[in-house]
């Protein structure tokens, strides 16, 4: 069965510096997304992606955060400068069409230190 | 006003009973619905999707849809321990302009043995 793949698993950072969090989307689906979810809290949207471009965007998603689909099969969230408040763990999803079902990956753990 | 409510819970049932799982959403543009359950330290899994007004079953679980009230429920027949999970619903507004999804921020399902 197709699945939503995100690396790394667990990612370690200090404040300031940048990091690449990786997805590969299910290789059909055609729309994409990134979530966080802080410990303890709701799942939080952060960006759509579709043909290309960023869709919507929450206000979380600001200038210091990025999304690229480099090649046909990854997408990417770079965060610029990381911040303590960074620390979450982000998730990625796909689906075929805008309103279709959302499938997850396994998410990365981002700690800033 | 929060854009998607839900009750936090617990919410415990004994086994072999119904769960009964409540949202209600604020945009009336919404399109699509969905039904998601996280375990612990894991990634949403998807349960359920509906679109229009009425029930749509799927195995032991009904979800059930009315956009007049703006109001999505999700039921779970024969409840089972492994169900014991937090039951995320989320709102896709989809059709006009960008697409987003917003979550709510979970109830947690207790099923006791």
């Known amino acids: 069965e197709p699945e939503v793949t995100q690396t790394p698993s667990h990612q370690v950072t200090q404040m300031g510096q940048e990091v690449i969090l990786r997805c590969v989307p299910i290789s059909n689906h055609l729309y994409f997304y990134w979530y966080r979810q802080i410990l303890g809290q709701k799942v939080e949207f952060l960006v759509s992606?579709?043909?290309?471009?960023?869709?919507?965007k929450s206000e979380i998603f600001d200038d210091q955060f990025s999304v690229e689909r480099p090649d046909g099969s990854n997408f990417t969230l770079k965060i610029r400068s990381t911040k303590l408040e960074d620390s979450a763990m982000y998730f990625c999803a796909s689906s075929s069409g805008r309103t279709s079902e959302q499938y997850f990956g396994p998410g990365t753990r981002l700690t800033v230190t | 006003q929060k854009e998607v409510e839900q009750n936090s819970g617990p919410l415990s049932v004994p086994e072999g009973a119904i769960a009964s799982l409540n949202c209600t959403y604020s945009?009336?543009?919404?399109?699509?619905f969905f039904w998601y359950r996280q375990y612990s330290g894991k990634s949403p899994e998807l349960i359920m999707s509906?679109?229009?007004?009425g029930d749509k079953e799927d195995g032991r679980f009904t979800a059930q849809l009315n956009k007049a009230s703006q109001y999505v429920s999700l039921l779970i027949r024969d409840s089972q321990p492994s169900d014991s999970a937090t039951y995320l619903c989320?709102?896709?507004?989809?059709?006009?302009?960008?697409?987003?999804?917003?979550f709510g921020a979970g109830t947690r399902l207790f099923v006791k043995a």
């Open positions: 989320a709102v896709n507004n989809g059709l006009s302009g960008g697409f987003k999804t917003i």
């Open positions: 992606f579709y043909n290309n471009e960023i869709s919507e």
């Open positions: 945009d009336r543009g919404s399109q699509s």
């Open positions: 509906i679109y229009s007004n």
